[in-house]
């Protein structure tokens, strides 16, 4: 590897990363209304549990990391480790497919870019901009050394737009190399900055903070509103 990117101190609060809701919000497995009986309840759990990679994870089944590395006992845990067990099928910039990060943005509007760009893909490839979904907003705390894009022009390509082959690389060098994760400027919102943690420990004090409907309605630009809970 070339020389590698300048190291940072990073210590920033309050960054924000957006998951389905649907993901945040699951405190009941849906196997229950599925089931006959408690016996069959049982069943069902431990046939779901033999694909659960973030489960799997937990019990030092994945290659790609380690039980001692994933965190267990605090707030929200399983949120932290499904996003280093459950990677895309072709990986992410920072990331291959044996092994997630922990994506976030400095601002809510960068953290926002990423998820119509990225969900805008998707629709366009069908040619249908029909839906809404809900999204949580996970606030996150991190203090630490990090890998720094932001000053690194020999990297550049690692921003290319449309693919991820050099920052896939360079993730991969970084993170043998032991690596806390990436802070770099976001390729979706110009003068926005996202941060990709390699490390689940790292990921502090995770707690929620707004939640948003985002709908598609004929057009690849959503209409953002927030939604008002109840309680």
């Known amino acids: 590897m070339q020389r590698?990117?300048?190291l940072?101190?990073?210590r920033r609060f309050d960054t924000i990363r957006l998951i389905p809701s649907r993901f945040a919000d699951r405190e009941e497995s849906v196997l229950g209304a599925l089931a006959e009986d408690v016996d069959h309840l049982r069943d069902l759990f431990d046939l779901d549990n033999a694909t659960n990679e973030r489960l799997l994870g937990e019990s030092g089944g994945l290659p790609g990391i380690g039980v001692d590395e994933l965190v267990f006992g605090v707030p929200n845990f399983?949120?932290?480790n499904a996003a280093f067990t459950y990677p895309?099928?072709?990986?992410?910039?920072?990331?291959?497919?044996?092994?997630?990060?922990?994506?976030?943005?400095?601002?809510?509007?960068?953290?926002?870019?990423?998820?119509i760009f990225h969900k805008t893909v998707e629709y366009q490839?069908?040619?249908?901009?029909?839906?809404?979904?809900?999204?949580?907003?996970l606030l996150a705390d991190f203090s630490g050394q990090f890998h720094d894009l932001r000053r690194a022009p020999a990297f550049v390509g690692c921003l290319d737009p449309d693919s991820y082959l050099a920052s896939q690389e360079l993730a991969s060098e970084?993170?043998?190399?032991?690596?806390?994760?990436?802070?770099?400027?976001?390729?979706?919102?110009?003068?926005?900055?996202n941060l990709a943690c390699f490390r689940p420990a790292l990921v502090g004090h995770l707690r929620r903070g707004a939640a948003y409907r985002l709908t598609?309605?004929?057009?690849?630009q959503p209409q953002v509103e927030p939604i008002v809970s109840d309680a």
């Open 216 to 220: 598609w309605a004929g057009d690849p």
């Open 125 to 137: 490839e069908i040619n249908r901009f029909d839906d809404s979904v809900a999204y949580q907003a």
């Open 174 to 193: 970084l993170l043998d190399a032991g690596s806390m994760g990436i802070v770099y400027p976001s390729v979706r919102r110009h003068g926005g900055t």
């Open 88 to 115: 895309r099928p072709e990986g992410s910039r920072f990331n291959d497919s044996s092994r997630g990060a922990w994506y976030c943005a400095f601002e809510l509007p960068t953290a926002m870019a990423e998820i």
């Open 78 to 80: 399983r949120i932290i």
């Open 8 to 10: 940072s101190r990073v």
């Open 4 to 6: 590698p990117p300048p």
